[in-house]
């Protein structure tokens, strides 16, 4: 969220800014409801100042009058008007207040002027690519064909249990994608120094609130309760792991903290029915290991460069051919300044699809979600906060089935996860060798 007063200060270019990502600032609707908040401010202000300064003429004309006249009555009047007085005027600061962070909940974060103008994934930039992409004497299947024919993969009984976009791994399958999620997380604590968290997978709007799931995108989320309470199925465990820290003070010597975990995460992925419906690609639920990091905020696009290297160094170890891309300024999410995807090679369709977002927010959420940090001299500084994809399993292994296939069915198993599945081929007819 921003500070009102920045984006103000920042006028013109705030209006500049915003408008390569889409968004239409009305800067005079936000001056407006800034200058009538600061206006009841003030004007508590000074009613309290005069409501002291009646109670100290009160007390002087009470002793010179002995307690009793019409001076000091009228003075005791005075004193009861300024009591509502001051009552309507916080009124106002509270309502003004909740309109101003209503407005600024929906404005989306600054993106950094190094972003791409344009506002689909054609304005892309692209960074490098990593390993050539695989080439068969065959025609190349898709996951979906692989893993049913292999009895890895079942969509029909994923879709009894729970209707469309949802899968069921089976046998080798379900060992895949276990050893999947082992290897990353073994990457990202063993080798990049990332804390690993369980985390709950069902959280307050609050939560969803400070890294900007809410209010803008409640229709992308799945809600549940039990009488009064709300709460809402994780879309990220960027979720809950951001939020470990709202409404806290860091140990700025402490920083930069990184933190992993793997969690299910749950999609309605509104609005983007006909997109990667086949197989699992898109689905309502999935699994996926996350990074998130804390840092300074003049940090932070160092901080990004390392994150999207852990993502690559989790595919480079799988021996998986990517490119690294740079989103345009009206592609990225909503609360990201900066974003890298990491795109995988499908050879079914002939080319590069998303795995992995790496995002710098800069305080952005940390100001949401009240996240702050003191250093040593008792100064306070701005949190800076990133999250990233390192990996989601379905991606991975969608990947890794289409581009390890054989012409006679069978997928072979990259050799850094044979510790992990105890295999190294799955073989057509679904068992393993």
Request: a negative charge; one cysteine or more.
């Amino acid at each position: 969220m921003h500070d009102a007063r920045t984006l103000i200060e920042l006028g013109d270019e705030a209006v500049r800014r915003l408008a390569r990502r889409g968004y239409a600032l009305d800067m005079a609707g936000l001056e407006a409801l800034s200058a009538r908040r600061n206006s009841s401010i003030s004007r508590g202000d000074e009613l309290r100042a005069e409501s002291k300064r009646v109670a100290q003429e009160v007390g002087r004309a009470a002793k010179e009058s002995g307690g009793q006249g019409p001076e000091v009555e009228k003075l005791k009047g005075r004193a009861r008007e300024l009591k509502d007085e001051i009552r309507e005027a916080e009124e106002s600061v509270a309502t003004a207040e909740a309109e101003l962070r209503q407005v600024l909940l929906a404005i989306p974060n600054l993106p950094d002027d190094e972003t791409p103008d344009g506002d689909s994934d054609a304005d892309a930039v692209e960074v490098r690519r990593w390993g050539p992409p695989p080439e068969f004497s065959f025609e190349a299947k898709d996951h979906v064909d692989l893993g049913e024919a292999m009895g890895i993969l079942d969509f029909g009984r994923a879709a009894k249990l729970a209707g469309a976009r949802f899968s069921v791994a089976r046998g080798p399958g379900a060992v895949l994608e276990r050893a999947l999620a082992s290897l990353f997380l073994s990457l990202h604590t063993g080798r990049h120094g990332y804390t690993e968290f369980s985390v709950p997978y069902l959280v307050t709007p609050e939560t969803m609130t400070g890294t900007g799931q809410l209010p803008k995108f409640e229709e992308d989320l799945f809600r549940t309760g039990t009488d009064d309470r709300s709460l809402y199925l994780i879309p990220t465990a960027e979720v809950p792991l951001t939020n470990l820290h709202a409404d806290e003070m860091l140990d700025a010597g402490a920083l930069p903290l990184a933190y992993t975990a793997w969690t299910p995460c749950f999609r309605s992925e509104a609005g983007s029915y006909g997109r990667d419906t086949r197989g699992i690609l898109r689905l309502h639920q999935f699994s996926k290991v996350e990074m998130v990091r804390f840092c300074a905020a003049e940090s932070s696009g160092t901080e990004l460069e390392l994150m999207v290297s852990h993502a690559e160094a989790c595919l480079q170890a799988l021996g998986l051919a990517y490119r690294v891309i740079r989103l345009a300024a009206g592609d990225m999410g909503f609360a990201a300044r900066m974003t890298y995807d990491i795109e995988v090679w499908l050879p079914s369709q002939g080319t590069f699809r998303e795995i992995s977002s790496c995002s710098d927010c800069g305080t952005f959420q940390s100001r949401r979600a009240g996240i702050r940090a003191k250093d040593a001299q008792g100064g306070r500084q701005a949190v800076a906060t990133l999250n990233g994809s390192g990996l989601p399993i379905g991606r991975a292994m969608a990947a890794l089935l289409e581009q390890f296939q054989e012409p006679d069915g069978s997928v072979s198993i990259p050799e850094v996860l044979h510790p992990y599945t105890g295999f190294r081929r799955i073989l057509a007819d679904g068992t393993t060798g």
